[in-house]
């Protein structure tokens, strides 16, 4: 079955750290991959994909996230944390349908110390 | 600047009371998609149109009504609200056909049932 996975429910970073939120993908063929964040009461803001090509994708807000294929993962970096970035974040997978289904994964909370 | 917008962003409602949710989008899309968020949850599908074709996801309860009049509005109606429908309402729009099969969320209804 397709399904996506993120091992950590909640990370505690502080500020200036450095970031990598993991996310592993279970599907037949190469999906269309993404990363959401949510902040509290909010909408899902994208910030970033990967369809194919280049594997290490580039975002906003300085994130980037790179698709290896023999790990099944698409882990989300980012080299300086800011308070700002205290969100949940949501790896997602695209799987050819009719249309776009998406298959979320649980979220990731991350909270920034000061 | 183009967007997904919802409204209202806060809905009260009392338990057995019929609501109504609305979307709208500037993108020009051709799918639009329901999703209730339950809190430290990921996004759930509800159902999505394509287009004029509604497409309910197999576990959506009937309680769970949609229209899409046209290409740019569409709504959730809840029937009759029960304490466990409050939740965060998320709609999302995608153009499928463009080889970049994106889903674009709006700031979401949050959705409360006294």
């Known amino acids: 079955a397709q399904s996506v996975t993120q091992p950590d429910i909640h990370i505690t970073v502080s500020e200036g750290a450095s970031l990598e939120l993991r996310c592993n993908y279970s599907y037949g063929a190469t999906p269309y991959l993404f990363w959401y964040v949510q902040s509290p009461g909010q909408g899902l803001q994208l910030l970033l994909k990967?369809?194919?090509?280049?594997?290490l994708v580039q975002g906003i807000k300085g994130f980037e996230a790179e698709f290896k294929r023999s790990q099944s993962s698409f882990n989300l970096r980012k080299p300086s944390v800011h308070w700002s970035d205290a969100a949940e974040y949501f790896c997602a997978a695209g799987v050819k349908t009719s249309y776009d289904k998406v298959i979320f994964g649980p979220g990731t909370s991350l909270s920034v110390i000061p | 600047d183009a967007m997904v917008i919802q409204n209202p962003r806060y809905q009260v409602t009392q338990f057995g009371k019929p609501v109504t949710l609305s979307c709208s989008q500037t993108l020009n899309h051709n799918v639009m998609y329901w999703y209730q968020q339950k809190s430290s949850q990921a996004p759930k599908l509800l159902f999505h149109?394509?287009?004029?074709?509604?497409?309910n996801e197999a576990d959506t309860p009937d309680n769970f009504q949609s229209r899409r009049p046209n290409t740019s509005f569409c709504f959730l109606d809840i029937r009759s609200p029960g304490l466990g429908d409050a939740a965060m309402y998320l709609c999302a729009t995608s153009r499928v056909g463009e080889g970049r099969e994106t889903q674009y969320f709006g700031p979401g209804t949050r959705l409360l049932v006294l």
């Open positions: 149109y394509y287009d004029k074709d509604f497409n």
């Open positions: 990967y369809f194919s090509g280049d594997t």
